[in-house]
């Protein structure tokens, strides 16, 4: 009898042990995605080396992904042939209008070159500094955006209106001998010209514009991030380097990017607080500015 019983609460303690770990599991796995997706205070070092890794990883593939000319050239024709459907083909007219003002289409072209670089990195400088506790979830907004345009330039090669033929499209970067796209002139072999489908000019100035327009306390300024895209608009078009259907798959991969972060920190970046959430003796969070 002693030994049964024995027995019996040996088995009763091992039943109990095992839930008991699981649940130790689960909450120690839980602790360890709570972790990750809390904000922490980025590294400048580590940001420098990231954005510069990143950036070169995605100029690599872009330039790898093989210039199906003959494809992008039909891609190219059935895109004009929609908008001239939808009634919204007027490309051609803005690219001829702005390039016949010598002055407004040069300032455009270095626009084009440069600004996305800039603007860009600016912004994402002012985060760091400013907005410490919302900078890494809006730098994934940023890298997700990206990384499925990759996704659009290896799926859908498209040439940009300019390369287009059979149609009276200006390279303006070639007609007035300045330095406005990778794509033109002596840059040409450097960077691969079949991928305009999504509009990147697009996709990082709206990143730019929105993060400005929803964090920005000076109105002007505000004002300013909402003028951005839509100016690169217009020089993209103007510019013959894009429709204005790239521009729209731009806003598609921006707007999977939103998703991403959303769902890896349940909430938008400009929702999270400002600054990053201190922690005390133990590791527990304490109360931080929103």
Known sequence: MGESTVTTLEGQEQATDQ????????????????????????????EILLIAVSYWTYSLIRNAVPEQKTQALKNADWIWKVEHQLGLAFEESVNHAVNSVTWLIVGMNYYYATLHFVVTLGVLVWLFRSHPGRYAATRMVLFAT????????????????????GNDFIDTVVV????????SGDLKNMSNQYAAMPSMHIGWSLWCG????????????????LLYPTVTLVVIVATANHFWLDAAGGMICLAFGFTVARVWYGSLPYALPQLVPARGPSGTLLPSKA
């Open 19 to 46: 839930p008991v770990a699981d649940e130790a599991n689960d909450r120690a796995g839980e602790g360890f995605l709570r972790r990750l997706r809390t904000p922490r205070r980025p590294r400048i070092w580590f």
């Open 146 to 165: 990206t990384g499925v345009a990759l996704v659009g330039y290896y799926l859908y090669p498209l040439a940009p209106p300019r390369l287009m033929n």
């Open 176 to 183: 007035h001998q300045t330095w406005g796209s990778m794509a």
């Open 210 to 225: 929105l993060t400005i327009f929803a964090l920005a306390s000076v109105p002007w300024v505000r004002v300013l991030g």
